[in-house]
């Protein structure tokens, strides 16, 4: 199926519409997000400018290079060009790396530069980076270890759900290189993502710890959801989506199994416009927030889903009917076009309710794969993870 052949002439010029906004939101904020970023969530709809030392930095940057891929215009492409020595800067003195999301800062800024221009220079610092995310790996628990120093009592061993986005830079690196390492230590932290992460019932865990001296699994729990027990919204989209992103790269049929699983689970918790609350515990009438950003990643899952199972899969076109109802309704309801002051694309996420963070607010991520969902349903993108 050609990513175009569902779609009627009123959905394409709806998706048109709608990715129009996003570039003028973009051109408005072209001179303010130079050599400083977008933070990750905004405060009363408009995100303030901060350095490169988030794990939110390239959302920003990937969403240059997808304007740049949409239209053509040498704006975009020099807009993410200037970003780039701050990864780069970021990379070789080691500025806030001890961490795993070294994947999406470098799969959207670096890995996308070179993808979309071929140079050499953004290839060498998403090859460093890849090494650092490799330092980052327990082999006898054979996971990647999410946050803080390797040695911190209160983050050792601990994996989370949101680490399936940052594994492409792993494979990515041993295709670049014929090195396996970086791809071994990916299909490894998967597969204990899919043994732990996941529970029978389909709903996931954000974090598990595993004891990284024996290899056993302790115990999970949750950073950003309700509870330990319930199942944060954005930590289900990653893995719909994470999981399908280790497919493509492996062919690891086992994996499509599990994205689905996590999908179909995630799309029998939406409230009757199809966009999620923040954690999947709560449906339809309740008083809490919902997250447009858990949304956009879904949109973003269910596409990859659509993409690569095969034609005579019954659920193909089902995941990309509800992909393309889900982005309808965040086009619809979620953007921020009755606020002209705000400098984001989609309202109504939420960052990290438990700590009071970014509540009902934009949030830079959202925007991205809001973006990216819309790309690859108008054009035959070619993935920047
Ligand atoms: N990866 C962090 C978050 O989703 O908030």
């Known amino acids: ?28 904020n072209l001179s303010r997000f130079t050599e400083l970023f977008p933070a990750p969530a905004s405060e009363g709809l408009v995100y303030p400018a901060i350095v490169n030392e988030d794990w939110t930095a390239s959302f920003y940057t990937g969403m240059l290079w997808l304007a740049y891929e949409l239209t053509g215009e040498v704006r975009y492409r020099e807009a993410a060009e200037c970003q780039l020595p701050s990864y780069k800067r970021r990379v070789e003195e080691r500025i806030a790396i001890q961490t795993h999301d070294l994947g999406f800062l470098y799969s959207l ?25 490799a330092e980052r790996y327990f082999p006898a628990a054979g996971i990647i270890q999410a946050w803080g120093d390797l040695d911190d009592p209160e983050q050792c061993g601990r994996m989370i759900i949101d680490c399936l986005m940052n594994l492409p830079l792993l494979y990515w690196a041993s295709e670049e290189t014929d090195d396996a390492r970086y791809a071994d230590m990916a299909r490894s932290h998967v597969k204990q993502s899919a043994a732990y992460l996941v529970r029978p019932d389909h709903t996931s865990y954000h974090t598990y710890y595993m004891d990284v001296l024996s290899g056993a699994p302790k115990y999970g729990n949750t950073h950003q959801g309700y509870a330990d027990d319930s199942c944060w919204a954005r930590g289900q989209a990653w893995g719909i989506y994470g999981f399908m992103l280790s497919y493509a790269y492996t062919k690891d049929e086992s994996l499509i199994g599990v994205s689905k699983s996590l999908a179909d689970y995630f799309l029998s918790r939406l409230p009757e416009d199809g966009i999620v609350y923040w954690d999947l515990i ?21 596409l990859e889903l659509a993409k690569q199972l095969p034609v005579d899969d019954p659920d193909k076109q089902h995941y990309y009917n509800a992909a393309l109802s889900m982005l309808s309704s965040l086009a619809k309801r979620y953007t921020t076009k009755d606020y002209p002051h705000s400098n984001g694309v989609l309202m109504h996420a939420v960052y990290n309710k438990p700590r009071g963070m970014g509540i009902d607010e934009c ?5 991205y794969f809001y973006f990216e969902a819309l790309a690859r349903l108008m054009t035959d993108w070619r993935l920047y993870w």
Do not use: N, P
């Open 282 to 302: 709560f449906t339809e009438g309740i008083e809490q927030e919902r997250d447009s950003s858990a949304a956009a990643i879904a949109c973003c899952g269910l």
């Open 1 to 28: 199926m050609t990513q175009t052949h569902s779609l009627t002439a009123s959905d394409l010029e709806r998706l048109q519409e709608a990715a129009k906004f996003v570039l003028a939101k973009l051109d408005q």
């Open 363 to 367: 949030t830079i991520w959202g925007d």
């Open 109 to 133: 800024s670096a890995v996308a530069s070179y993808r979309v221009t071929g140079g050499k220079e953004a290839r060498d610092m998403a090859l460093k980076a890849a090494e650092l995310l």
